[in-house]
């Protein structure tokens, strides 16, 4: 339920519901998500793509508008599925000369118009709570693939055990687009952070880089996540947000920012350029040349 539907039932303001689900959340009594909360049990329940959709919409766009200045034109990547991943999909249009690798049939149809730009679909079995393409023949058709970066969401990330999902098969079809990148890049907004489902995607030490909103200023929980991140060599972006509807509108803080910030790292780790956070045009670092990628993609398809 939302906070503004629970406040309505119970003849209260948002503010005081907002205290009491943090105290219920800390007896376990249910689970706090953006804008509400849900029965306790994340590790085993997934929301379909309709309800998150509209989960933190200001922010994943935020997210998806700082993420898409990593790529350079000429580029081949691999996108993974998810509502942040579809934003991210629809300002890679404007990238010339891109070739995207996915396994999500909403990534594809945002670029399915798009001007020079070459998409490639993995083979698998259509998941439809989130319109992905999953299971052995995904796997298989992305074996010998190798691109310069990956996008990927999930359901939950922390510090001691990384991204994660509620389904095994998404799980299993994520960790293979990983595998098939230099660089991994992580977008999941404040809501995600310090939450933990079932199966591990991407483990802390092979995320280079995050891509995230800046927490409200009551979330401790992801402020501290952030930080754990951060301690273990992960590239940290905050994209501003104007706020989500039911949500925390952005704090005056974050007012003041610029639409990203920079977080100081403890240093460079797998060759990645550079320790600390640049603007977004400058995040790319030296790729792999065109060719190569094409060359690697265009095996991949004839397979």
Known sequence: MSLRELARVVQTSEVTVRRDVRALEAEGLLD????????????????????????????????????????????????????????????????????????????????AHANRVEVVMTGGTLRGSNYALVGSGAEQSLQGLRVSRAFISGSGLTA????????????????????????VVVLADHTKLGTDTMF??????????????????????????????????????????????????????????QQRRDVALPGPRRNVPGSGLRSASMLGGEQPTGTEQRGRVADMRRR
């Open 32 to 111: 706090r998500r953006h804008g509400g909360a849900v029965l306790p049990g994340g590790f085993t329940r997934e929301s379909g793509f309709p309800q998150k959709s509209h989960l933190a919409t200001a922010e994943k766009t935020a997210i998806a508008d700082l993420a898409a200045g990593l790529v350079e034109e000429g580029e081949a990547i691999v996108v993974g599925a998810g509502t942040t991943t579809q934003e991210l999909a629809r300002r890679l249009a404007r990238v010339p000369g891109l070739t995207v690798v996915t396994n999500s049939l909403l990534v594809a149809q945002a670029l």
């Open 160 to 183: 001691e055990r990384g991204l994660s999902t509620s389904n095994m098969l998404s799980a299993s079809v994520d960790r293979a687009l990983v595998q098939a990148a230099a660089e």
């Open 200 to 257: 591990q995607t991407v483990p802390t030490d092979l995320i280079t880089r995050l891509v995230t909103d800046e927490p409200p200023a009551h979330d401790d929980r992801a402020a501290t996540e952030l930080q754990a991140l951060a301690d273990q060599g992960v590239q940290i972006a905050v994209a501003g947000a104007s706020g989500s509807p039911g949500g925390d509108q952005v704090p005056a803080r974050q007012q003041q920012h």
